[in-house]
């Protein structure tokens, strides 16, 4: 198999490839050499906060679409169907509770990392064990996301594996340690521009080679690829309109609510309401790219029908059949291969720069800042751009790692909703409870990492201990389904396997969905974490620091009274004066980052405005005012 599509990687592909690196690197270089240089802190951690709302929705998009969305998404719809199509619910509330309710919070705190929140809100040590939880998650995350398409690469073209994991880890680092935030956003523009051309030009040419779109629809609905809306609540299943559209609600709010790498590009933006608009914008664009991977599955099941590359043993996993199919579409089309792994190495690229930035961030901010007071701003940039380098050279050690994790669309699911679920629960445990301490959000944080990795190491260990011929149907969660065995007819298929007992209790666990896993672990973390705050003693309203509490309840309790709504809401300790209301949070900011840079102008006529918006009411009131104003 290597030897026959070997031939097909040609000079103008190798050619095309190395542009890409090229003019990444080149985009951060410009960014070293001009303007203030990466000087400060401000500059290279938050591209000076000055970014406006395309480049940043753009970043934002690229960030975690990836080649781990590029490659699996098609494979996924080629096995299953268009079930998958139904995540694209969950981007509404997903994008939406973030625009309304995380970036307000963040944005208007002035933080620098979203991990100084937890120490306004509860203290120093769980901003670390939030910090080093991120940390972890997110070197994981590097080495799938580097080693998945270096390796789907080298099975399908022989294009050296290790040359091409060198050459995407150091381009990357080399750009992003130049360059800082603003080379890592503009070079996310840039290559995701390149991602939709490649995957446009797959499609438009597989579908014509095809006999046209209608000739692929027509192939999918007899190959019962098109699924049906699938209503089943059980949790267990893989992929079900529940498992889609509400547990993937809680994967996209660990993603594009707390996650260190999106919350600095909503923090790099000019003003609160452009940081807003890049969350509405990048809405649209989810839905297409969504709608790009769902038709490439089509088009690949149209030129292949049940008899897959995998089947035929041309390629080994599933990950591998979207680069096989490329280069068996673009057999006769010298460049287009190129132009396509370009599109890959792209997603890769976004994903991996925008972590070692977050990385550098927060650790710089988190965990060396604090206890270097004294560290002048020169010193501070100097050491940001270290870690970004060491942050690379690490990403590389990680990928061997990475192939030990399987199919790549959920691995890295897994990842985020294993530790980026435990993560949302903490935020929301400090948002959006007044009443929770510091004792809670530790204790919660515990167990839901705890539950993370008992119920991943556990439908791991329970997956290998299966005998080979009962895994297709005994684990939908991880194993795909072969010939007709698609979403679109998984309940007949359940049906007709009466003989398999249904797993239960601890079982049953093991077996849940990937998708429902940053719920579950999220939830596990916000109620462990109220019911250690209530035994340990709940946190008073005035030791709570303002800005910091969401008033939720006051917002959806809106129908009660104005006196029974004051006891439900406790929410911050704030004057019965707008202007102090609207500043102090800044104040708490400032002392607690010693970065916060305002423009005069600015603040004094926020104050007019939040004068002119705001009455003297109960404190509950109160804070919804200044919660809300300028959405």
């Known amino acids: 198999m290597g030897d026959v599509v070997q031939m097909h990687f040609t000079t103008p592909d190798y050619v095309i490839f190395a542009l890409l690196l090229v003019a990444s690197t080149c985009i951060g270089l410009f960014y070293a050499l001009s303007g203030g240089r990466q000087r400060t802190t401000q500059e290279f951690l938050l591209a000076d906060r000055s970014m406006s709302c395309l480049p940043v929705s753009l970043s934002l998009l690229a960030t975690f679409q990836s080649a781990v969305a590029i490659l699996g998404a098609p494979s996924e719809i080629y096995t299953y169907g ?17 625009a309304h309710v995380f970036i307000p919070v963040f944005y208007r705190l002035r933080l620098t990392s979203a ?35 270096a390796l789907a690469l080298n099975a399908v073209t022989g294009f050296d594996l290790w040359g091409a994991v060198l050459a995407m880890g150091l ?35 597989g579908a014509h080679q095809a006999g046209g ?53 909503y923090l790099s933006s000019r003003t609160e309401r452009e940081a807003v608009m890049s969350c509405y914008v990048v809405f649209p664009c989810q839905q297409v790219v969504l709608c790009l991977g769902c038709l490439m599955g089509l088009v690949m099941y149209a030129r292949y029908g049940e008899e897959s590359p995998l089947d035929k043993g041309y390629v080994k996993t599933n990950d591998q059949m979207v680069l096989y ?26 994903t991996i720069s925008s972590a070692f930035n977050s990385l550098a961030t927060v650790t710089m901010e988190d965990l060396i800042k604090p206890y270097c007071p004294a560290m002048t701003e020169a010193k501070a940039t100097l050491l940001s751009k270290g870690l970004a380098l060491a942050y690379g050279l690490v990403c590389l050690t990680m990928a061997y790692v990475a192939s030990l994790m399987g199919s790549v669309l959920q691995a890295a699911f897994s990842i985020f909703g294993m530790v980026g679920g435990p993560l949302l629960g903490l935020f929301c445990l400090g948002m959006f409870f007044p009443w929770a301490n510091s004792t809670g959000a530790i204790v919660g944080l515990v167990a839901g990492l705890a ?64 998708l429902w896993y940053s719920a579950h672990n999220s939830t596990t973390v916000v109620i462990v ?46 004057s019965h004066k707008p202007k102090a209301i609207n500043t102090q949070p800044y104040q708490m900011a400032q002392e607690s980052n010693g970065v916060a840079q305002h423009k005069e102008e600015e603040k004094i006529e926020k104050d007019k405005k939040d004068e002119e918006r705001a009455t003297p009411q109960p404190s509950c009131r109160l804070a919804h005012t200044v919660q809300e104003t300028a959405l």
């Open 325 to 350: 199919f490329v280069m068996d579409v673009f057999r006769d089309l010298p460049g287009l291969p190129g132009l396509f792994v370009a599109c890959l190495f792209s997603g890769a690229l976004s």
């Open 171 to 205: 381009v990357c680092t080399l750009y992003t340690t130049l360059g800082g935030l603003k080379a890592v956003i503009w070079t996310d523009v840039f290559q995701t521009i390149v991602m939709f051309a490649g995957q446009l030009a797959v499609i438009i040419v």
């Open 82 to 98: 268009t079930q998958y199509w139904f995540l694209g619910v969950s981007y509404f509330l997903g994008l939406l509770i973030p």
């Open 213 to 265: 779109m209608g000739e692929v629809w027509r192939k999918a609905m007899n190959g019962s690829r098109i699924a049906s809306l699938d209503l089943n609540p059980d949790p267990t299943e893989r992929h079900t309109f529940w498992t889609l559209g509400v547990g993937g609600v809680f994967l996209m709010l660990a993603l594009y609510g707390v996650n260190q790498a999106q919350v600095q590009r």
């Open 529 to 574: 974490g109220l019911i250690v705050s209530l035994l340990t003693g709940p946190m008073k309203e005035k030791d709570l620091t303002p800005g910091t509490v969401y008033p939720v309840l006051g917002n959806l309790l809106f129908f009660l009274p104005e006196r029974y709504r004051e006891k439900l809401c406790c929410v911050t300790p704030l």
């Open 115 to 149: 991990y100084e929140y937890l120490e306004l809100r509860f203290n120093k040590t769980v901003r670390i064990m939030g910090t080093v939880t991120f940390i972890f998650q997110m070197v994981i995350y590097m080495g799938v996301v580097l080693y998945a398409p």
């Open 451 to 514: 539950m993370a990795f008992w119920i991943g190491i556990g439908n791991f260990v329970s997956r290998m201990a299966v005998p080979t011929p009962l895994l297709p149907i005994i684990n939908a969660t991880t194993m795909p389904l072969r010939g007709n065995m698609t979403t679109a007819v998984m309940t007949t298929l359940i049906t007709s396997i009466t003989a398999k007992p249904k797993p239960t209790g601890v079982q049953a666990l093991y077996n849940l969905s990937y």
